[in-house]
């Protein structure tokens, strides 16, 4: 599956990780490329053709991640979904800054919770990051559900 990710910080090099490591094509764009220049532009020529899922993951600034949000949703076709990482805006919030709202979905991270611990896996205090990613993004491929439990 072709992805474009949109990101800021660790949680960006992860997910962008995470793409790779499920054999997905990954284009990444990283929120200081754009520099003094027009975002719009620079998303453009970073996409490199058609996207068939575009995720965005930028939590550094609440108003750079309006100017991603924008810029995917006139850039992308309606029916390219578009993930988002809920973490400083709710998905009713970044859905009512886009024309096709229906495209967006909305993503946690997640820490992984082991059998047999003290409990602190359960509640993320330690543990290694998971994000049910590369099951995400086949079962849009598949066409075949609405909701994604990992």
Do not use: Y
Request: aromatic share 6%; proline share 5%.
């Amino acid at each position: 599956m072709k992805l474009f990710l949109i990101a800021d910080g660790p949680l960006g090099r992860e997910l962008a990780a995470l793409a790779r490591d499920a054999g997905h094509e990954l284009t990444p764009f990283w929120m200081d490329e754009a520099g003094d220049g027009a975002l719009g532009e620079a998303i453009e020529a970073a996409m490199d053709g058609a996207v068939e899922l575009a995720i965005e993951a930028v939590i550094a600034e609440p108003t750079e991640k309006w100017d991603a949000i924008t810029e995917l949703d006139r850039l992308l076709p309606p029916e390219v979904p578009l993930l988002t990482a809920a973490l400083n805006a709710t998905v009713t919030e970044v859905a009512s800054w886009c024309r096709a709202s229906e495209r967006v979905v909305d993503f946690d991270v997640c820490r992984t919770v082991k059998d047999g611990s003290d409990g602190a896996e359960a509640q993320g205090i330690r543990g290694p990051t998971k994000v049910g990613f590369k099951h995400l993004a086949d079962v849009h491929a598949a066409g075949d559900a609405d909701w994604v439990q990992d």
